[in-house]
Nanobody, 120 residues
Framework: QVEVVESGGGLVQAGGSLRLTCTTS??????MGWFRQVPGKEREFVAD????????DYADSVKGRFSISRDNSPNTVYLQMNNLRPDDTAVYYC???????????????WGQGTQVTVSS
């Protein structure tokens, strides 16, 4: 069992920035992903990062504005969000990827989410 905790959400004006943090209880490096969800919609992929941190991937809607990075000691992942827009408003979730893959494959462990609200 891996515990996952997201933090850093909040209220920001359009054009502003936030940095989300995901910390885990894992003692080894996992590939990690960020997702977001608004009420009534499916949870959608935002970004992911490999175990080493070398490989990253982004949803088209956030490319050029969001940046994912990691600190493997401890096992922490960040999502830097710049130039935020009202349609970025959502609950953001961190997912621990499957250990046996270097690149990200969705795993079973999720955090409780952190709310990001962008006002126009």
């Amino acid at each position: 069992q891996v515990e996952v905790v997201e933090s850093g959400g909040g209220l920001v004006q359009a054009g502003g920035s936030l940095r989300l943090t995901c910390t885990t209880s894992a003692r080894t490096s996992y590939p990690m992903g960020w997702f977001r969800q608004v009420p009534g919609k499916e949870r959608e992929f935002v970004a992911d990062i490999s175990k080493s941190g070398v490989q990253t991937d982004y949803a088209d809607s956030v490319k050029g504005r969001f940046s994912i990075s990691r600190d493997n000691s401890p096992n922490t992942v960040y999502l830097q969000m710049n130039n935020l827009r009202p349609d970025d408003t959502a609950v953001y979730y961190c997912n621990v990827g499957q250990l046996h893959y270097n690149t990200y494959v969705r795993g079973d462990y999720w955090g409780q989410g952190t709310q990001v609200t962008v006002s126009s």
